[in-house]
């Protein structure tokens, strides 16, 4: 790692006193990036290297800097790293009651969850195209690309491939990254960073029950066989009946006109969700090989793509996993050489019942059948160098092969009727390179660039990224960044269609400032500003017939915006983060907002230690600003609030923690798709969680 003295002066703690007694010092207690003092995102700590969860108070307040493996492709402080970086940790995780990934992003400065009831889509910095599947955001697991072979889709809720519990800690690293990821690093890069068997060092079983008949279950293995190897085997099991009774107006017989009305618009136990998941580690010196599985199981009661309200037949599968072979060897002249090769897969599979009948005839009712295929390989080399001490220089090359992206559509009939047919294999190849460089003892110019190629569609294309870091004085860092990205569209929005013209890539400018100060021990802040230009931003949009959709390239989108969060620690134990967002997102052909884009999140998190470091009291606030709905209204602004009661080392390895969400049961929603007739689809009211884990 980067000596930090080469570049960063040493805070002086005098200083930073004679900073608070001015009248404006309040203004430096805005954002602590959370989670202090990780280790790197793709080299877990091995040996006796202990758990952020592990260390004691005393510990945590004296890592002043959190570290960033996800935003360059090495570990580097996150006030050096070329990027607005935000670290979420297990004990994040824990205290605030978070059941998924989705959950651990909604409390992040401009990010923003919603759900179709189906899946969860993550929304950055005012974009989350209603429809897209997450498919503009890169999601990593301990470094691999996750997102899936056809949809190009990332996945965050009970689908997601990993359980929140074995998760160290996430690194959201805002702006685009394609300099050194290639595709889908078009607005941000989710780096999961998941324990180690050294870290856990022992057994671990969970139980959680809550509100829908939700149940899981979860064992965990992991040790440190000797001072070179370790492993780690875990499971989960997961079961909801969801909410009994969903009422949706647009389907009631009595106030709406729609033919599929019925039931007086209640969709009754069509909420279910069943999920399972497996994986497990085994490392050996410098190599590290990894296995993550999940299959999970979703009703549908939403009726989405004209299908039969209230039937019970809508559902979908996915099952998705991967296998990662990795080596990575540092040299004697602090030089490192990482390989890594993988296999990917995903399969999934639909059930939409339909009734073709004309008005007044029988019923004709028909089962319409998806199904999805995807394999592939990757392979990655990577060199690190330290040259002249104050610089850095990373060359690499990844290549993939999609050795199968199968998707159809048709109808169970006798003969089977193909409403859409592809198999299709594809391969493209990335060829990158980042310098750092110490320009001077306070001034770091970090720059990359790579070169994609797609050989079964558009070719190739260049991608730019240019950082300047100025440390301006202890604690305080200046960033000017500037950013170039792209995504190539998934072969379900350019072939499912069979669209005419073909889709081109989208591709996006950003310009960003950032300032982040950091004080002694217990406080800071960060400040920030961007400008997005987006071309050819790929949305959905209404297709031919009923009930489809398709996709088309906007000419042009843009945004702006600022961010700002701080963060303190107190002596008495109270913790506290809160984060306000301000986020502009228009297309520029109408100058009308963008759909399912908040123009404000203001967020605050807050744990208090009711009995010394055993028992802590949660609170979290999450506000978002109306949103524009396809249809031209408005969803309404909310405020939901998350309490949680958790409990460590109570009885020897015992932990409890009880979670009560969306505590005043607020009537919210989110815009929907263009497959839905809803405009704006209700989400959960209150519920509850509670969960017991015990180590051994």
Known sequence: MMNSNTLTRRPNKAHFRRIARRPAGALFLLAWVTGAGSVAGDVPPVGNAPALADLSIEQLVSLEVASVYGASRYEQKVTQAPSAVSVITSNDIKKYGHRTLADVLNSVRGLYVSSDRNYSYVGFRGFLRPGDYNTKVLLLVDGHPLNDGVYDSAYYGHEAVVDVDMVDRVEVIRGPSSSIYGSSAFFGVINVVTRQGAQLNGGEVSATAGSYDAYSGRFAVGRKLTDDAQFLLSGTVYHSEGVDHLYYPEFDPRISGEPRAANNGVAEGLDGERAFKLNGSLQWRDFTLAAFYTDREKDIPTASYETVFNDGQERTSDRLGFVDLKCDHEFENDSRLMGRVGFDFYRYSGLWPYDYAAPGDPPDFVLAKDHTKADRVTAELQYTARLWDRHRLILGAAFRENLRQFQDSYDDVTPRYYWSLDDRTTRDLGLYAETEIGLLTNLVLNAG?????????????????????????????????????????????????????????????????????????????????????????????????????????????????????????????????????????????????????????????????????????????????????????????????????????????LEVSASVYNLFDVHYGYPGAVEHLQDVLAQDGRSFRVKLTYRF
Request: negative net charge; charged residues 20%; aromatic residues 16%.
């Open 449 to 653: 660039l790579r070169y994609d190629y797609f050989f079964e569609s558009f070719g190739g294309t260049w991608n730019p990224r240019l950082g300047l870091i100025y440390n301006a004085w202890e604690g305080g860092t200046l960033k000017a960044l500037y950013g170039e990205a792209f995504r190539a569209p998934s072969v379900y929005e350019q072939y499912y269609y069979r669209l005419t013209p073909p889709l081109e890539p989208e591709t996006i400018r950003t310009y960003e400032l950032v300032y982040e100060q950091y004080l002694p021990k217990h406080y800071g802040f960060s400040l920030g500003g961007f400008f997005y230009e987006v071309d050819g931003l790929i949305t959905e949009q209404e297709g031919i017939g009923p009930g489809e959709v398709s996709f088309g390239n906007l000419e042009q989108a843009r945004a702006w915006g600022a961010e700002g969060e701080v963060s303190a620690r107190f002596d008495g134990g109270l913790s506290a983060r809160a984060s306000y967002a301000f986020q502009q997102v228009e297309d520029t052909t109408t100058s009308e907002r963008l759909s399912a884009s908040p123009q404000h999140l203001a967020k605050l998190n807050a744990s208090y230690p009711l009995h010394r470091d055993k028992v802590f009291a949660g609170l979290e606030l999450q506000y978002t600003s109306r949103m524009r709905t396809l249809a031209g209204n408005n969803a309404d602004d909310f405020l939901l609030t998350n309490v949680t009661l958790f409990g460590q080392r109570l009885w020897k390895g």
